[in-house]
């Protein structure tokens, strides 16, 4: 408790931010000895000016700190500190880390992260693509890291834990905030299966202003960002931004040119992100970091299996099949293109997707099973 009390009291100290925590914790090694360092030593540190030596010398602790603590380890959460070994390494890296996280859930320092991200607002096609790919990395052993919003986020927590993989969310307020208030099942569903993370004290409330800076999180604890579904102005465009700085990959999915819900994602393919159509892409740019760490090709039999029921397809099937695209379309529209009687067209659509190959969305709208 002491030894945290002093880590949230250097955070506190006014002028003292993220920048300049990192660069004290790095020339004292540890809150405490900043606090009692002598002026001349605390001045040698970029950043620290006469008013911040006269706020740290006079600085008391304060109760709200104790109380903090006290919710903290009443609600079953916990901190992890810089000087943890269970702080997120890649975290550690960007120029203005959180000095400590708040956990709810488990972090792997071993794990390799990949994070993905998108509109709130997303299309049908975004959300099955989204779940189908997390689905893919969770089932080779990468954590899927995202915001827990609403749309893509969601989307893809949804899919790692649909994978039996592990998932992070990283929230953009308190963890005694659950936001949006839907997701409280998945809130604790992803703390069972990895963590949910927050810089933030526990009652902060989800602020406009709070996501992009927590943004730098997702982007920096993750060893690439994958974009699917953004509009012109999309905050996830912020966490790509990030993660180029923290020269990290940057990946997009392309959707329709007619959505202006791509024309984000198209954006960042244009500027050199690379394009993703299924979790192999992903694995073939990192695969020097992810090699010791995927599970024994899963993906790979995956995609042999799909392969061999689409061989072994009787040719009225085959029609149907052929006829489906990853974007989802009526059955009545698929009847007029296939010129069959929708009842037939649907018995024949029904078998697929007990094949595993085809997949139906609300409104009785299909598509191909994503690969």
């Given at each position: 408790?002491?030894?945290?009390?002093?880590?949230?009291?250097?955070?506190?100290?006014?002028?003292?931010?993220?920048?300049?925590?990192?660069?004290?914790?790095?020339?004292?090694?540890?809150?405490?000895?900043?606090?009692?360092?002598?002026?001349?030593?605390?001045?040698?540190?970029?950043?620290?000016?006469?008013?911040?030596?006269?706020?740290?010398?006079?600085?008391?602790?304060?109760?709200?700190?104790?109380?903090?603590?006290?919710?903290?380890?009443?609600?079953?959460?916990?901190?992890?500190?810089?000087?943890?070994?269970?702080?997120?390494?890649?975290?550690?890296?960007?120029?203005?880390?959180?000095?400590?996280?708040?956990?709810?859930?488990?972090?792997?320092?071993?794990?390799?992260?990949?994070?993905?991200?998108?509109?709130?607002?997303?299309?049908?096609?975004?959300?099955?693509?989204?779940?189908?790919?997390?689905?893919?990395?969770?089932?080779?052993?990468?954590?899927?890291?995202?915001?827990?919003?609403?749309?893509?986020?969601?989307?893809?927590?949804?899919?790692?834990?649909?994978?039996?993989?592990?998932?992070?969310?990283?929230?953009?307020?308190?963890?005694?905030?659950?936001?949006?208030?839907?997701?409280?099942?998945?809130?604790?569903?992803?703390?069972?299966?990895?963590?949910?993370?927050?810089?933030?004290?526990?009652?902060?409330?989800?602020?406009?202003?709070?996501?992009?800076?927590?943004?730098?999180?997702?982007?920096?604890?993750?060893?690439?960002?994958?974009?699917?579904?953004?509009?012109?102005?999309?905050?996830s465009l912020i966490t790509a931004r990030l993660a180029a700085e923290q020269n990290r990959e940057v990946f997009a999915v392309?959707?329709?040119?007619?959505?202006?819900?791509?024309?984000?994602?198209?954006?960042?393919?244009?500027?050199g992100a690379k394009l993703v159509e299924h979790a192999q892409d992903i694995i073939e740019e990192l695969y020097p970091i992810i090699k010791p760490h995927i599970a024994a090709s899963?993906?790979?039999?995956?995609?042999?299996?799909?392969?061999?029921?689409?061989?072994?397809?009787?040719?009225?099937?085959?029609?149907?099949?052929?006829?489906?695209?990853?974007?989802?379309?009526?059955?009545?529209?698929?009847?007029?293109?296939?010129?069959?009687?929708?009842?037939?067209?649907?018995?024949?659509?029904?078998?697929?997707?007990?094949?595993?190959?085809?997949?139906?969305?609300?409104?009785?709208?299909?598509?191909?099973?994503?690969?």
């Amino acid at each position: 408790m002491e030894n945290l009390q002093s880590w949230f009291s250097l955070k506190s100290v006014p002028g003292i931010g993220n920048h300049l925590f990192k660069r004290l914790l790095n020339a004292f090694a540890s809150p405490q000895r900043v606090f009692e360092a002598a002026r001349e030593q605390l001045l040698q540190v970029e950043g620290v000016t006469p008013r911040i030596v006269t706020a740290l010398q006079n600085h008391k602790p304060s109760e709200d700190i104790r109380k903090e603590l006290d919710r903290i380890h009443q609600k079953g959460f916990w901190i992890v500190t810089m000087l943890d070994s269970s702080y997120p390494r890649l975290l550690r890296e960007i120029p203005d880390p959180p000095p400590y996280l708040y956990v709810y859930g488990k972090l792997d320092e071993g794990s390799i992260n990949i994070a993905v991200v998108g509109s709130r607002h997303a299309t049908t096609y975004g959300i099955t693509t989204t779940r189908d790919l997390c689905n893919d990395l969770a089932a080779l052993g990468i954590t899927v890291v995202s915001g827990m919003a609403r749309g893509i986020d969601t989307a893809a927590h949804e899919g790692a834990l649909m994978g039996k993989g592990k998932t992070i969310a990283v929230l953009g307020c308190g963890l005694d905030r659950v936001y949006p208030a839907e997701n409280q099942k998945l809130y604790h569903r992803i703390s069972e299966n990895g963590a949910v993370v927050s810089e933030f004290a526990l009652t902060t409330e989800p602020e406009a202003h709070n996501f992009p800076i927590r943004n730098r999180i997702i982007s920096g604890i993750s060893h690439g960002t994958v974009v699917v579904e953004a509009s012109k102005k999309s905050g996830s465009l912020i966490t790509a931004r990030l993660a180029a700085e923290q020269n990290r990959e940057v990946f997009a999915v392309p959707g329709s040119v007619q959505s202006f819900k791509s024309i984000g994602t198209h954006t960042l393919i244009k500027q050199g992100a690379k394009l993703v159509e299924h979790a192999q892409d992903i694995i073939e740019e990192l695969y020097p970091i992810i090699k010791p760490h995927i599970a024994a090709s899963g993906n790979l039999r995956r995609q042999d299996a799909t392969r061999n029921v689409i061989a072994s397809l009787p040719p009225e099937e085959v029609r149907v099949y052929e006829m489906l695209g990853p974007y989802p379309e009526h059955i009545d529209d698929l009847a007029r293109k296939i010129s069959m009687e929708t009842g037939k067209l649907s018995s024949i659509l029904l078998k697929l997707e007990l094949k595993g190959i085809v997949q139906q969305s609300p409104g009785k709208l299909f598509s191909v099973m994503k690969k």
